[in-house]
């Protein structure tokens, strides 16, 4: 089926949903809102058992759209942050196996989707990927924080979450952020094989042993979207629009 910026296509019992929002696929609300009802939609599917995530063109996800978001205002930022929390939550709490296919760069929010996926497979091509919220001035939704604090290594954490750092893919794959790398060519195919193997795990015992060994991030995140969010009112400032803007001129 087609919607608005998402693809899913059904292929026996994998998904493959694609993100295709033109040029980089940044995050904006509308995005992040069907990215959720995606999500849940295909966890209700009794005939899935797996999900491939990927995205069009050049770039898997760049994070949230710089051009738009520092201008939102406030009941844009709050719906934002919640679009946020809830988005990563549907992708990291899927009941069934969720194989990232990282086809190019993965900046900020990008990553975090990235990581929210259960295997990680990036494509052997030139591409950036790193987390980039404090270059732009951007706080951690507890979505995002909980998800790298839970997925990434904490020496790769502090290097890439504290000083903002982009690294290689191949650096990546080193430091454990993506599990494996494959030529562009053979990326979904990879994805797909992987997908495969792992539907055929038993269903229930999988969901259930996510959800243990997720426990406190899946916690904190439902309580976040729930209404204990620090950065619900007041997420951006003055600070932000002058990085993101910063950023965008050196682009």
């Given at each position: 089926?087609?919607?608005?910026?998402?693809?899913?296509?059904h292929r026996?019992?994998?998904?493959?949903?694609?993100?295709r929002r033109p040029?980089?696929?940044a995050?904006?609300?509308?995005l992040l809102?069907e990215m959720t009802?995606?999500?849940e939609?295909?966890g209700q599917?009794?005939?899935?058992r797996?999900?491939?995530l990927?995205?069009q063109?050049?770039s898997?996800?760049?994070?949230?759209?710089l051009?738009?978001v520092?201008?939102?205002n406030?009941a844009d930022?709050r719906?934002?942050?919640?679009?946020?929390n809830?988005?990563?939550?549907a992708?990291?709490s899927f009941?069934?196996?969720v194989?990232?296919?990282?086809?190019?760069?993965?900046i900020?929010?990008g990553?975090?989707l990235?990581?929210?996926c259960d295997?990680?497979i990036?494509?052997?091509?030139?591409f950036l990927?790193?987390?980039?919220e404090v270059?732009?001035?951007?706080p951690?939704?507890?979505?995002?924080?909980e998800v790298?604090r839970?997925?990434?290594r904490?020496?790769?954490?502090?290097?890439l979450?504290l000083?903002?750092?982009n690294?290689?893919?191949?650096a990546a794959?080193?430091a454990g952020?993506?599990?494996e790398?494959?030529?562009?060519?053979?990326l979904?195919?990879?994805a797909?094989e992987k997908?495969?193997?792992?539907?055929?795990?038993?269903?229930?015992?999988f969901?259930?042993t996510?959800r243990q060994?997720?426990?406190r991030a899946?916690?904190?995140?439902?309580?976040?979207?729930?209404?204990?969010?620090?950065v619900?009112?007041?997420w951006l400032s003055?600070e932000?629009?002058?990085a993101?803007?910063?950023?965008?001129q050196?682009a």
């Amino acid at each position: 089926m087609a919607t608005k910026m998402i693809d899913v296509v059904h292929r026996g019992p994998v998904g493959i949903v694609t993100l295709r929002r033109p040029p980089a696929n940044a995050m904006n609300i509308e995005l992040l809102e069907e990215m959720t009802e995606v999500f849940e939609r295909l966890g209700q599917d009794k005939s899935l058992r797996s999900v491939v995530l990927t995205g069009q063109g050049n770039s898997f996800c760049a994070g949230v759209d710089l051009k738009a978001v520092p201008h939102y205002n406030d009941a844009d930022q709050r719906r934002m942050v919640v679009a946020l929390n809830r988005a990563f939550f549907a992708v990291y709490s899927f009941p069934g196996p969720v194989v990232g296919a990282i086809n190019g760069h993965a900046i900020a929010g990008g990553l975090v989707l990235a990581l929210c996926c259960d295997w990680r497979i990036a494509a052997k091509v030139q591409f950036l990927t790193g987390l980039t919220e404090v270059r732009v001035g951007v706080p951690y939704p507890v979505g995002a924080m909980e998800v790298v604090r839970q997925e990434l290594r904490p020496d790769v954490l502090r290097h890439l979450v504290l000083f903002a750092q982009n690294i290689t893919a191949a650096a990546a794959v080193e430091a454990g952020v993506f599990d494996e790398m494959v030529e562009p060519s053979s990326l979904l195919d990879r994805a797909m094989e992987k997908a495969g193997e792992f539907a055929a795990l038993p269903q229930i015992a999988f969901m259930k042993t996510k959800r243990q060994i997720r426990s406190r991030a899946y916690e904190a995140i439902e309580a976040a979207i729930a209404g204990a969010e620090p950065v619900l009112n007041g997420w951006l400032s003055k600070e932000t629009i002058l990085a993101a803007t910063a950023v965008l001129q050196r682009a």
